[in-house]
């Protein structure tokens, strides 16, 4: 029998965890003459500090980049290592928070969620990471449907 795709196991993931890809960038395509090409630039300007921590706990811990005081620092550092290396990929997730309502419905919506950046070098891994960071968000709310639906079994 043949095996599934491993990218479609993790895109099926992403559907059962409810989470989205809002901006995928290859570092080492979006740097030209050390900086950021527009639009990224603008739109990693506006969550620097995020996009910084997702370096350095996506495997980039380098005194250059905890050091970065701007995006255009941040850049001229990652280009030195894409002019060596491949840099990676920083890919920003969405995923709506999840809410276990008074009858215990478990449900959600776009509109209250959660985003956060992350980093990898490849991008099979970078989609592990966010797919993690999904599926514990998601285990969470599960938790509280079961504690609370056994909390209102008890209470009868």
Same mark, same amino acid.
């Given at each position: 029998?043949?095996?599934?795709? =491993?990218? %479609?196991? @993790? $895109? ?5 965890? #409810? *989470? +989205? ?7 080492? !395509? ?21 996009? =910084?921590? %997702?370096? @350095? $706990? ?5 005194? #250059? *980049? +905890? ?7 941040? !850049? ?81």
């Amino acid at each position: 029998m043949p095996q599934p795709d =491993r990218h %479609a196991r @993790i $895109h099926h993931r992403f559907f059962v965890n #409810s *989470v +989205r890809l809002e901006e995928i960038i290859h570092i080492d !395509a979006a740097i030209c003459d050390n900086l950021f090409i527009d639009p990224v630039r603008s739109r990693l300007h506006t969550e620097f500090d995020e996009v =910084r921590e %997702a370096l @350095i $706990h996506g495997g980039l811990p380098l005194r #250059s *980049v +905890r050091t970065a005081a701007s995006v255009d620092d941040l !850049a001229a550092s990652l280009a030195r290592i894409a002019w060596r290396f491949e840099a990676g990929f920083l890919v920003k997730a969405r995923q709506p928070y999840f809410i276990v309502d008074s009858e215990g419905m478990f449900g959600y919506s776009w509109e209250l969620s959660r985003t956060r950046w992350f980093f990898a070098r490849a991008y099979e891994p970078v989609l592990e990471r966010v797919d993690q960071w999904a599926s514990a968000n998601h285990a969470e709310a599960r938790t509280r449907l079961v504690d609370g639906h056994v909390g209102s079994a008890q209470k009868s």
